[in-house]
């Protein structure tokens, strides 16, 4: 076990800023790359249950610096629940990870509980800072012009529900979608009881850690699983008096040697994304590597979708 980092506490206020995020948001660079450890996980006992969500495009401007090792806010509510209170898991790229048969890629998400105990529940995918996207397990994105609003998805309950029954779906939703699709995705969306003596929760902490290999003690005592090691934690937190426009960035999106950009594979997106990493994550104000950077990385989801989806074509 590692000891604490007093840079990790640091890392919380220097990113801390006066934009109001939803409760569920990972606020900072160590937060979009961390979770709780199976041995934290163990120490609540319990279950969780895991499940696939498709990884849009558009969150490949939040990859920077992170790789396809990052993690993403994974949130629900109970429609029996009369106040909709949102809750939250995770979901993350697996080491090995499973791609559609549109060749988009896929994360795990892991939610505390019972399949039975969830039934009722409506999951969506969040950017990390919950303020620019939503998105549907199957990968469809809540349309922005239609005004998703935050503040009104957390204090809005005729809200919630109209965004949660709209594009959320519950477990048998998110079954029969993919046996629509010709994949009978039951072993990627099971029950785990989180015991150290069972086989199944033993292979479900070694996939998360071969993704998440770094081991951090917080301050509180809490025990988080990194994709970060302590040199790229420490490199994250550095300011670049030269950050400059997305302009700059734009004109480094290239690797030499590749002749076009149809010649690169989906794991090049995110090492021309980590090219850039210091000038999109050094500003004061971001909010870790989310899609709401002051330098609004946003702005560049249309790029990086016009790249991934020119990958992806068949010759």
């Known amino acids: 076990m590692k000891k604490s980092y007093v840079f990790l506490v640091i890392l919380v206020l220097f990113l801390s800023g006066c934009v109001t995020a939803p409760k569920f948001a990972m606020k900072t660079i160590e937060g979009s790359a961390s979770v709780s450890h199976p041995d934290q996980m163990e120490k609540e006992t319990g279950f969780v249950t895991r499940f696939p969500m498709?990884?849009?495009?558009?969150?490949?401007?939040?990859?920077?610096?992170?790789?396809?090792?990052?993690?993403?806010?994974?949130?629900?509510?109970?429609?029996?629940?009369?106040?909709?209170?949102?809750?939250?898991?995770?979901?993350?790229?697996?080491?090995d990870y499973l791609k559609t048969p549109w060749k988009l890629?896929?994360?795990?998400?892991?939610?505390?509980?019972?399949?039975?105990?969830?039934?009722?529940?409506?999951?969506?995918?969040?950017?990390?800072?919950?303020?620019?996207?939503?998105?549907?397990?199957?990968?469809?994105?809540?349309?922005?012009?239609?005004?998703?609003?935050?503040?009104?998805?957390?204090?809005?309950?005729?809200?919630?529900?109209?965004?949660?029954?709209?594009?959320?779906?519950?477990?048998?939703?998110?079954?029969v979608f993919w046996?629509?699709?010709?994949?009978?995705?039951?072993?990627?969306?099971?029950?785990?009881?989180?015991?150290?003596e069972n086989p199944t929760w033993?292979?479900?902490?070694?996939?998360?850690?071969?993704?998440?290999?770094?081991?951090?003690?917080?301050?509180?005592?809490?025990?988080?699983?990194?994709?970060?090691?302590?040199?790229?934690l420490k490199d994250a937190i550095k300011t670049n008096p030269g950050l400059g426009p997305w302009q700059r960035f734009l004109r480094r999106v290239s690797i030499p040697g590749v002749p076009s950009v149809e010649a690169l594979g989906f794991s090049a997106i995110s090492s021309i994304l980590n090219f850039g990493f210091q000038e999109l994550v050094s500003d004061p104000d971001i909010y870790g590597n989310s899609a709401s950077a002051t330098v609004t990385r946003a702005e560049m989801a249309q790029q990086m979708e016009f790249i991934f989806y020119q990958t992806i074509k068949q010759p």
Not at 63 to 92: C, H, M, N, Q
Request: glycine share 8%.
């Open 202 to 232: 033993l292979s479900f902490e070694k996939n998360l850690l071969q993704s998440l290999p770094y081991q951090y003690q917080l301050a509180d005592g809490k025990i988080i699983a990194s994709s970060f090691d302590e040199k790229a």
């Open 54 to 95: 498709v990884f849009h495009p558009k969150l490949l401007v939040e990859t920077a610096g992170v790789g396809f090792l990052g993690t993403w806010p994974v949130i629900a509510v109970d429609a029996r629940d009369p106040k909709l209170e949102i809750k939250s898991g995770f979901a993350y790229f697996k080491q």
């Open 105 to 175: 890629p896929l994360l795990e998400a892991v939610f505390y509980g019972k399949i039975e105990d969830l039934k009722s529940y409506y999951f969506l995918l969040s950017n990390r800072d919950g303020m620019v996207w939503l998105f549907s397990p199957s990968g469809k994105v809540f349309a922005q012009e239609n005004g998703y609003d935050s503040k009104k998805l957390e204090s809005d309950q005729e809200y919630q529900a109209e965004v949660f029954s709209g594009l959320g779906m519950n477990l048998q939703e998110i079954y």
């Open 179 to 196: 046996l629509d699709q010709g994949w009978d995705c039951r072993e990627n969306l099971e029950t785990i009881e989180i015991n150290s």
